[in-house]
C-alpha cells in the first residue's frame, strides 16, 4: 500500500510538472517570433520522432540505424496523397499515411526482429537504404532529388485554411497547436505503453531474453509489435514535418537522418521516459544555430556527441535525474 | 502416479556423453533432489526437460502427453517451470514487477498496451501474495539488481513459482549462501512448494540440504543414472558414499 501511495505521489508529480510544461507550450505563440515557433513545431516533431524510436532502444533494447525509413515513408505517404489524391485536408494525411506507416513498419519489423545486436542494426540500416535508393531512382514518381513539393493543407477538415498575405505567418501558428495536440496524444499514448504489461514485458526481454522465453513469452511477437508502434510513431512524426517544410526529398530516408534520431535520443537520455522528448527540442535548436553559426556545424555536432557520451552517458534527462537524487540524499541524510 | 518421464533420453557434446539414454522419472507431489558430482548431467537433463536444449534422441512425457518437441512455451502452459543456477532476474525492474510479469504472462495478460501495469487489481494481488510467500512482500518496490543474494535466490524461485507450474525444476536454489541462509531458503521454499502442492526437483549440491529435505534421492554420474532411494536408502548406498568422498566406485 505504502509503495502504491508513494507511486501515486509521483505520479502526481509528474502530471504536475506535465501540466506546467504544457501551459508553457501553449503560451510561447504569444511571446515569440514565428521563426521560434516554427523551430519549436520542429522540435516536437524530432522530440515524437525520438519518443517512437526509443521504445526500441530503451525500452526493448534494439539499436535502429534505420528510422529514417519510418519517417520518410510517413513523409513521402502524404506527399504521394498531395500529388496523386488531391484532397488538401491534413486529417485526410494523417488517415492516408498512419496505416501505410504501420504497414511499413509491421513488414520490416517482420525481417529485422529475427535478430538482435549489430546484426539488428545493419539490417535497419540496410532496409532504410533500399527505400532511400527507391526514393532517388523512382524519379518520375518520387521526383528523384528534387522531391515532391507540399503545399500548406488545410486544418481541421477544412475549417482552417492558409493563403494571402499572412497565409504564412496564421499556418505556423495554427500548425504548432495542431502538432502540439498530436504531440500530447502520442506523449500519453507511449506513456501508457511502457507502463502496460506490454511495456514491462519489453523491458524484462530487454534485460534477461532467458527468462522471459522461460515466462512463456514469445520474444519475436514481442519485439515486432515494438518494432510496428516505434516505427509507427516516427512515421507520424514524419508525417506531421512535410507541411511544415514543404517538400519531401530522399534526405528524410539516408542514413544520415537515421543517425540524427539516434543522437536525439542520446543528447536527452534513452533511459528515460521524457530523455528523447527534451533531446528533440534541444538537439532542433542545436542543429540550427550550429548551421546558422558556421559551415562546419557537422564538426560542431560531432564535438557535442563524442563530449556527450563522455561526460553525460545518460543524456541531459539522466544527469538531471542523478543530480536531483544526489541532492536528495543529501537532504535527507543528517 | 508418474507425473513426468524420459525414455532414453540422450544429449552429447562432442565425445561427452551429458545424459546417456535416461530413463528419468518423476511422480505427482514429491521432492526430488538430483545430485552428483559437476559435469555429471544434471542440468543437461533439466536443460532438455525444459526446452533449454534439444535431446539428440529419446522422449520425454509430461502428464501423459508427449512434449518432446514443444517449444518453451507450450511446455511452461503445460505446467513446467524453472529456476536458474546462476540467478536470472529483470534486475531493472522492481521485486514486484518480476514476479507480476510472470502472472501477466501465464494469464496471457503481457501484451496488453491499454492498461497500466500496476492498476490490474488481481494480478497485483496474486504477486503480493507470492511475495508474501517467499518473504519479500516487504521489498517489493526494491530493484531485483539491488537484492541481496539470498534474497534474489528466493525471487528466482518466486518467480517460477507465480507461473503455477505442476512440476517444478530448481537449479541449484542455495548456491553461493552462508549455511545459515540455505537453511532459510530451503524452509521457505520447501514450505511454499508442499503447500502449494507442486512436484519439485532440485539439483543440490549440499548433502545435508538433500537429505533434510528430499523424499527420493537421484543421484547421476557421468550421464547416467548411479542410486534412487528415499534418503535413508541414498545414505546406505556404498556407490553414493564412494562418489560423494571420491573413492572409487564398487564392482
Not at chain 2, 538430483?34 to 512425457?61: E, R
Request: charged letters at 15%; one cysteine or more.
Amino acid at each position: 500500500m505504502a509503495v502504491q501511495i508513494e507511486t501515486l505521489r509521483g505520479r502526481s508529480g509528474l502530471a504536475a510538472a506535465a501540466g506546467a510544461a504544457l501551459i508553457l507550450l501553449i503560451l510561447v505563440p504569444g511571446y515569440f517570433e514565428t521563426y521560434q515557433v516554427q523551430l519549436l513545431t520542429f522540435g516536437l516533431i524530432a522530440a515524437l520522432a525520438a519518443l517512437g524510436f526509443n521504445l526500441l532502444l530503451g525500452y526493448t533494447g534494439l539499436l535502429s540505424f534505420g528510422h529514417s525509413a519510418y519517417f520518410g515513408v510517413g513523409a513521402y505517404a502524404l506527399a504521394f496523397v498531395v500529388q496523386y489524391l488531391g484532397p488538401h485536408s491534413m486529417e485526410f494525411y494523417l488517415l492516408f499515411g498512419i496505416p501505410v506507416v504501420a504497414i511499413t513498419s509491421a513488414l520490416f519489423g517482420y525481417i529485422c526482429v529475427r535478430h538482435t545486436r549489430i546484426f539488428f542494426g545493419i539490417l535497419t540500416l540496410a532496409i532504410s537504404q533500399v527505400i532511400y535508393s527507391l526514393a532517388l531512382k523512382l524519379y518520375w514518381v518520387t521526383g528523384g532529388s528534387d522531391g515532391l513539393r507540399v503545399p500548406r493543407p488545410a486544418l481541421l477538415f477544412g475549417a482552417l485554411s492558409f493563403s494571402g498575405p499572412s497565409g504564412f505567418q496564421q499556418f505556423i501558428t495554427s500548425y504548432y497547436y495542431y502538432v502540439l495536440a498530436i504531440f500530447v496524444v502520442c506523449v500519453l499514448l507511449m506513456w501508457v505503453i511502457v507502463h502496460s504489461p506490454f511495456g514491462k514485458a519489453l523491458q524484462g526481454i530487454r534485460d534477461n531474453e532467458v527468462r522471459a522465453r522461460f515466462l512463456g513469452m514469445r520474444i519475436r511477437r514481442f519485439r515486432w509489435i515494438a518494432f510496428l508502434v516505434s516505427g509507427t510513431f516516427t512515421g507520424v512524426a514524419g508525417i506531421l514535418w512535410v507541411p511544415l517544410e514543404g517538400l519531401a526529398t530522399p534526405d528524410v530516408l539516408y542514413w544520415t537522418f537515421s543517425g540524427e534520431i539516434v543522437f536525439t535520443a542520446l543528447l536527452g537520455g534513452f533511459r528515460n521516459f521524457t530523455g528523447p522528448i527534451v533531446g528533440g527540442i534541444v538537439f532542433t535548436y542545436l542543429k540550427s544555430y550550429a548551421v546558422a553559426t558556421t559551415v562546419y556545424w557537422q564538426l560542431l555536432l560531432g564535438i557535442v556527441l563524442v563530449t556527450l557520451v563522455l561526460v553525460l552517458p545518460t543524456g541531459i534527462v539522466g544527469a538531471i535525474s542523478l543530480a536531483g537524487r544526489r541532492l536528495r540524499q543529501r537532504r535527507a541524510s543528517p | 502416479m508418474i507425473l513426468l518421464k524420459t525414455v532414453d533420453l540422450c544429449k552429447k557434446f562432442g565425445e561427452t556423453r551429458a545424459c546417456d539414454g535416461l530413463n528419468f522419472v518423476v511422480h505427482k507431489g514429491e521432492f526430488l533432489s538430483l545430485v552428483g558430482s559437476n559435469g555429471a548431467g544434471k542440468t543437461t537433463l533439466v536443460n532438455l526437460i525444459s526446452a533449454h536444449l534439444q535431446p539428440d534422441s529419446g522422449q520425454i512425457i509430461f502428464a501423459d502427453r508427449d512434449i518432446t518437441f514443444a517449444t518453451v512455451t507450450e511446455r511452461i502452459k503445460a505446467g513446467i517451470a524453472r529456476s536458474f543456477q546462476i540467478v536470472s532476474l529483470f534486475d531493472a525492474l522492481s521485486v514486484f514487477d518480476n514476479v507480476a510479469l510472470s502472472v501477466f504472462s501465464r494469464e496471457g495478460k503481457a501484451v496488453r498496451m491499454a492498461s497500466l501495469a500496476d492498476r490490474d487489481a488481481d494480478v497485483r494481488r496474486e504477486s503480493l501474495e507470492v511475495l508474501g510467500q517467499f518473504g519479500l512482500a516487504s521489498k517489493e518496490a526494491v530493484m531485483a539488481g539491488d537484492l541481496a543474494q539470498g534474497e534474489r535466490k528466493l525471487l528466482d524461485v518466486a518467480v517460477a513459482y507465480a507461473l503455477r507450474p505442476r512440476l517444478l525444476f530448481l537449479d541449484e536454489p542455495t548456491s553461493g549462501v552462508s549455511t545459515h541462509e540455505k537453511a532459510q531458503i530451503m524452509d521457505t521454499v520447501s514450505s511454499v512448494v508442499r503447500g502449494g502442492q507442486v512436484t519439485a526437483v532440485v539439483i543440490e549440491h549440499d548433502m545435508d540440504v538433500v537429505f533434510r529435505y528430499s523424499d527420493r534421492i537421484v543421484m547421476m554420474h557421468e550421464g547416467g543414472f548411479l542410486a534412487d532411494g528415499t534418503p535413508d536408502e541414498i545414505r546406505a548406498n556404498p556407490d553414493v558414499a564412494s562418489i560423494l568422498l571420491g573413492a572409487p566406485l564398487s564392482a
